[in-house]
């Protein structure tokens, strides 16, 4: 059974840094690309960043370039967001999702907040 | 970036009914196109890929479909269970862009 779990969200203060996980099992990880995908009531659902399946090609929406970095580990079937200097408008409940077609597996979602 | 303009925002419909919902590219986007239902307090779930092709485990009542630049969600004799929200996406160009979602209620 494929299985992506979150885990790293919670409350931080404008300017701070948190590292999401999202720990793969299930399939061969090391064979799909992954992506973030995050959802607020406001803006809806917005595409994050998105990795190839070595980790070489790594893509980014305009508004985290700059302070988000995604990496995967395929030996520990993880892959990873680090925020950094974090704004009140990254918040939001934060997916970890497998790309193959569109987006066939997602994660149950994360939340993070940022405020003061 | 490719705008999506999903169509209705909501609707309510009955069981026998044929439900339809419609995204709009603001430009050719070569059938990379998926559908999602989610649920209150859960993560989406795919239920078509490349415009027309029914994820796995999702049932026949499903179906996609294209004319022009606009993308069409069918769900024939739709039940209880498929009321939520329900979101497109285009994946043809970076950055992927989701239209704003329908939400179905059925009843």
């Known amino acids: 059974e494929v299985q992506l779990v979150e885990s790293g969200g919670g409350l931080v203060q404008p300017g701070r840094s948190l590292k999401l996980s999202c720990a793969a099992s299930?399939?061969?990880?090391?064979?799909?690309?992954m992506a973030w995908v995050r959802q607020t009531p406001t803006k809806g659902l917005e595409w994050v960043a998105s990795?190839?399946?070595?980790?070489?090609?790594?893509y980014y929406r305009d508004s985290v370039k700059g302070r988000f970095t995604i990496s995967r580990d395929n030996a520990k079937n993880t892959q990873y967001l680090q925020m950094d200097s974090l704004r009140s408008e990254d918040t939001a409940t934060y997916y970890c999702?497998?790309?193959?077609?569109?987006?066939?597996?997602w994660g149950q979602g994360v939340m993070v907040t940022v405020s003061s | 970036d490719i705008q999506m303009t999903q169509s209705p925002a909501s609707l309510s419909a009955s069981l026998e009914e044929i439900v339809t919902i419609t995204c709009k590219a603001s430009?050719?986007?070569?059938?990379?196109l998926s559908w999602y239902q989610q649920k209150p307090g859960k993560s989406p779930q795919l239920l078509i890929y490349?415009?027309?092709s029914l994820a796995d485990g999702v049932p026949s009542r499903f179906s996609g479909s294209r004319s022009g630049t606009q993308y069409s969600l069918k769900i024939s004799r739709p039940q209880v269970d498929d009321s939520g929200i329900y979101y497109c996406?285009?994946?043809?160009?970076?950055?992927?862009?989701f239209g704003g979602g329908t939400k179905l209620e059925l009843k």
């Open positions: 999702a497998r790309r193959d077609g569109g987006y066939d597996y």
């Open positions: 299930g399939f061969t990880f090391s064979n799909y690309g």
């Open positions: 990795i190839s399946t070595g980790g070489g090609n790594t």
């Open positions: 430009q050719g986007i070569d059938d990379y």
């Open positions: 490349d415009a027309t």
């Open positions: 996406l285009q994946s043809y160009s970076t950055p992927p862009t």
